[in-house]
Nanobody, 126 residues
């Protein structure tokens, strides 16, 4: 079993920045591909960004390109999501998820992710 714990959410003004962290632990965790998703009230959970096992493969949703950066530190079992130029429409609960079967590359599909964290709230005020 793998546990994922997100942190770093909070309230920020439009134009500000936050850095989210996703700490992975568990007996079977060997370094999975990790994705970040978000869900705003009344909306579907949507893909934000993902990073491959090695960190060499990265993908972003179009609406975060140039603003968000995903990275990982495998020595710390942690994946980060640096969010800059935040806007009110970025307000959502942000989740990280692990894709245990993917050896190379990334996926933007929720159904490919096996383990999910509990989420962290990001609120951007105008």
């Amino acid at each position: 079993q793998v546990q994922l714990v997100e942190s770093g959410g909070g309230l920020v003004q439009a134009g500000g920045s936050l850095r989210l962290s996703c700490l992975a632990s568990g007996r079977t965790y060997t370094g999975y591909a990790i994705g970040w998703f978000r869900q705003a009230p009344g909306k579907e959970r949507e893909f934000v960004a993902a990073v491959s096992r090695s960190g060499g493969g990265i993908a972003y949703a179009d609406f975060v390109v140039g603003r968000f950066t995903i990275s990982r530190d495998n020595a710390k079992n942690t994946v980060y999501l640096q969010m800059n130029k935040l806007a009110p429409e970025d307000t959502a609960v942000y989740y990280c998820a692990a894709d245990r079967f993917r050896t190379y590359g990334t996926s933007s599909l929720r159904e490919n992710y096996d383990y999910w964290g509990q989420g962290t709230q990001v609120t951007v005020s105008s």
